[in-house]
């Protein structure tokens, strides 16, 4: 089992930046695809990036080029990187720790999320 906290949401104008951290405790971060979703108010929860156990990165196609996942093992933490923010990416963002086979990403185990608020 893993436990999963998130930090790093706040209050962001658009076209601002934010880092997302999730740090990771109770089990081998390393085995873990690495996961980050976000739900906005009225909408179901969708899936914005994934990060392999050997590094390989996936993004929702809206995401592309605006953020950048990544992980380190040794501190078992993995980040979302947030560029050029719109008030649409205004929601709670939430880590996750699953499984990656058949080119698709299983969620596992949920950290209990963070706000984004992109808003001028």
């Known amino acids: 089992q893993v436990q999963l906290v998130e930090s790093g949401g706040g209050l962001v104008q658009p076209g601002g930046s934010l880092r997302l951290s999730c740090a990771a405790s109770?089990?081998?971060?390393?085995?873990?695809?690495m996961g980050w979703y976000r739900q906005a108010p009225g909408k179901q929860r969708e899936l914005v990036a994934f990060?392999?156990?050997?590094?390989?990165?996936n993004y929702a196609d809206s995401m592309k080029g605006r953020f950048t996942i990544s992980r380190d093992n040794a501190k078992n933490t993995v980040y979302l990187q947030m560029n050029s923010l719109k008030p649409e990416d205004t929601a709670v963002y939430y880590c996750?720790?699953?499984?990656?086979?058949?080119?698709?990403?299983?969620?596992?185990?949920w950290g209990q999320g963070t706000q984004v608020t992109v808003s001028s």
């Open positions: 996750n720790a699953g499984a990656y086979y058949s080119a698709t990403y299983s969620p596992g185990y």
């Open positions: 990060i392999t156990t050997d590094g390989s990165t």
């Open positions: 109770g089990s081998s971060f390393s085995i873990y695809a």
